[in-house]
Structures are given as C-alpha cells and as structure tokens.
C-alpha cells in the first residue's frame, strides 16, 4: 500500500511555469514506477508522463514533450512534474500514479496500482 499526495498547483498565465510534486508513503518508494495523468472537465483523463523506478527512463505525451519534465528523488520519496511554457490546454486536474514493481515506463493508466487525489492546474490566456 502506498499513500500518493499531490501539491503545487494553481492558477498560473500561459507562458508560465509550475512544478508540481507527488509525495508518496507507505511501501519502498524506490518499488513503484511513477506517472502523471490529467483529466480535463468533460474529457478523459490521459497520460502525462512517467518515469522509471530508479529515474533513469521517462516518456511524455506528444502534447507535452519539450516542456514538461518528470523527476523523481527516491531519498525523498517525491516525484516531480515541472510545467513549463504552459498553455490554456494544460488546465486540468492532474494525478501522480504509481505501480507496483513495473520493470519499465508505464503509459496506460491500468497499469498502476494507486492513484493521489489530485492538484489543480488552471492556466489563463
């Protein structure tokens, strides 16, 4: 069992930048491959980004490769989402997922086991 813990959204202009971070307890950190998701109001949540269990390999969305960047900091038990040059499409509600054990970079969101509640992120034109 893991416990997931999102912060550092906000309201933020496009152009700008926010870097969110995910906080998890429970199990080894070091044990769990780490995403980001997002799900808009209406639409279905998607895949952010991810990173491996031990930080070495990530993979984006199209949408957002070349401007957002996916961390993790295993002594801190922390993943990180740094947002920049955000656009009014990057509003959502974004999730830190982690998965069990996962030998490579997770995409889908069924392949993870746990899910934070969620931090908002609101950029205006």
């Known amino acids: 069992q893991v416990q997931l813990v999102e912060t550092g959204g906000g309201l933020v202009q496009a152009g700008g930048s926010l870097r969110l971070s995910c906080a998890a307890s429970g199990r080894t950190f070091s044990s769990y491959a780490m995403g980001w998701f997002r799900q808009a109001p209406g639409k279905e949540r998607e895949f952010v980004g991810a990173?491996?269990?031990?930080?070495?390999?990530?993979s984006y969305a199209g949408s957002v490769k070349g401007r957002f960047t996916i961390s993790r900091d295993n002594a801190k038990n922390t993943v990180y989402l740094q947002m920049n040059n955000l656009k009014p499409e990057d509003t959502a509600l974004y999730y830190c997922?982690?998965?069990?054990?996962?030998?490579?970079?997770?995409?889908?969101?069924?392949?993870?086991?746990?899910w934070g509640q969620g931090t908002q992120v609101t950029v205006s034109s």
């Open positions: 997922a982690a998965a069990y054990l996962h030998s490579s970079v997770p995409t889908m969101s069924s392949q993870y086991n746990y």
């Open positions: 990173i491996n269990l031990n930080g070495v390999r990530t």
